[in-house]
């Protein structure tokens, strides 16, 4: 092949190479296809969590503001994730620019030599023609040679073309490739005319405002049970999980304990994550066997009914002893009064954002339920409500804001029958339903800190979120 040709060969395949280029590299930059950019760093997916939130808002007679509020999910943000990214895609398009100019110079260098190629064809063409017109005056060795070249030089015509339409390609690329480099810049600055720390702490403001507010709110109203969520599958039909509703936020310990009776066994996880993946942390061993599955932690402490009696003892976790026992005056007990499931649940102690409660039967108010609230250090009765409602017709119930709310069933249909306020002394029915997804509740207790009813659903450790009707107090209330 002539000099020419291996050059022009040369060209052909620096194209070749700059369309494949192209065709695989710009689209996923400028977003032409669907595949995701990716970086050195690993980046954690963050779910987006639900954030403050007012259900519902409205003014009573008294003009005082009405609004139900959910509280979020406390979560972590990363400083500086997106901007990051921002930043090296922005190199990668200004690596890209330069390289696109490098080979823009080398593309119109080598269309020029091609250009003047051109007009050498199309005056060879012209001649050929000529000759073809008077051949029969030619010599048949110039004709010849005449047609030889001009045989070399007709398959360059398409090539041309074709490299007409790459040059206006690379063209075209190169503007792209400048315009988003200036979107991107201009994005940059308008990201870093906002500094990090002043949105911080604008950020850090609005939530201290917000948990102001949440101070403000009056016990909340229970007005819908939704979930539920399974956390885990473990252990026998019957048990019991929870945490402290007054632990600190970094103090997420869960506690977990088995079966209604003959055990004494209580096993501590350091996190939800880890009773998850039922990563221990420490094995508490209690002087005496549980009776039922209404236990409570709360301020540290373990309080359950001792087995076969109605003395309730309380536990502390972080010394091993005993603090306190006290027997629960004409309490019933051993399966005399319990929810309709039986398991020796007569006695159920709960907490709630009032304190610590216990919930049972006796002889003297005809086998209803009798609510009392506990001194949380001696366990002292400090004031007991006799409600109508019989104990034994009770699947379970749970304390919210100091009132009790009892379901009618611990199988399936369950919902919130009945309510009974420790603040009015009155009662009333409601119907307030919720999902029994296994079939057999053996426990539920509302946790304040975390908003949520934690659940024993034969065999499954669930959690049940609840909204709550909150009013606001105001500067006139007292």
């Known amino acids: 092949m ?42 954690t997916q963050i779910s987006p969590k ?111 073309e074709q490299y007409k339409t790459d040059a206006k390609l690379i063209t075209q690329f190169k503007e792209e490739i400048r315009n988003l480099s200036a979107v991107l810049t201009g994005i940059q600055e308008e990201i870093g005319a906002y500094d990090y720390e002043e949105l911080h702490q604008r950020v850090l403001s609005l939530e201290t405002r917000l948990r102001d507010c949440m101070k403000k709110l009056t016990c909340g109203k229970l007005m819908k049970i939704t979930g539920p969520v399974t956390v885990k599958i473990s252990g026998t039909r019957f048990g019991a999980w929870m945490t402290d509703p007054l632990a600190s936020e970094k103090n997420n310990r869960v506690w977990y304990m088995d079966s209604y009776t003959n055990n004494k066994i209580v096993r501590e996880y350091k996190s939800m994550a880890d009773f998850v993946s039922g990563a221990e942390s420490r094995t508490y061993n209690l002087p005496f066997k549980w009776a039922g599955t209404n236990h409570v932690v709360y301020n540290g402490s373990l309080y359950f009914n001792k087995y076969q009696s109605n003395i309730i003892i309380k536990y502390s976790f972080d010394t091993g002893r005993v603090l306190a026992q006290r027997s629960l005056e ?76 009892v379901t009618n069933s611990h199988l399936t249909g369950a919902k919130v029958y009945y309510s009974y306020s420790t603040k009015t002394s009155t009662y009333e029915y409601t119907d307030i339903p919720f999902h029994n997804q296994y079939f057999h509740i053996s426990m539920l207790d509302y946790n304040a800190r975390d908003r949520a009813l934690y659940a024993w659903n034969n065999g499954h450790q669930v959690l049940f979120n609840v909204t709550l009707f909150h009013i606001i107090k105001t500067e006139d209330d007292t």
């Open 2 to 43: 002539s000099p020419p040709l291996l050059k022009l060969g040369a060209v052909l395949s620096t194209m070749a190479m700059i369309s494949n280029w192209m065709s695989q590299t710009l689209p996923s930059l400028v977003g032409l296809n669907t595949t995701k950019l990716t970086t050195s760093d690993t980046l």
């Open 50 to 160: 639900e954030g403050w939130q007012v259900y519902s808002s409205a003014q009573d007679p008294d003009g005082r503001c009405i609004c139900t509020v959910v509280a979020p999910e406390q979560n972590l943000c990363s400083r500086d994730a997106k901007s990051r990214q921002l930043r090296q895609l922005l190199e990668k398009v200004q690596n890209m620019s330069q390289s696109i100019e490098v080979l823009n110079l080398r593309t119109q260098r080598d269309f020029q030599y091609v250009l003047k190629m051109e007009t050498q064809m199309k005056g060879l063409k012209a001649k050929f023609r000529q000759i073809e017109d008077d051949r029969k005056t030619l010599m048949t060795k110039h004709f010849q040679e005449l047609k030889e070249k001009m045989d070399e030089l007709l398959p360059l015509i398409p090539v041309l």
């Open 330 to 405: 004409y309490a019933g007990f051993h399966n005399v009064y319990p929810y309709t499931w039986g398991g020796f649940s007569d006695i159920d102690l709960m907490a709630d954002e009032i304190g610590l409660w216990a919930v049972y039967a006796t002889n003297q108010n005809a086998g209803n339920i009798v609510i009392s609230q506990l001194n949380q250090d001696t366990l002292e009765v400090m004031k007991s409500w006799n409600t109508g409602y019989p104990k034994r017709s009770a699947g379970e119930s749970f304390m919210i804001c100091g009132t009790l709310y």
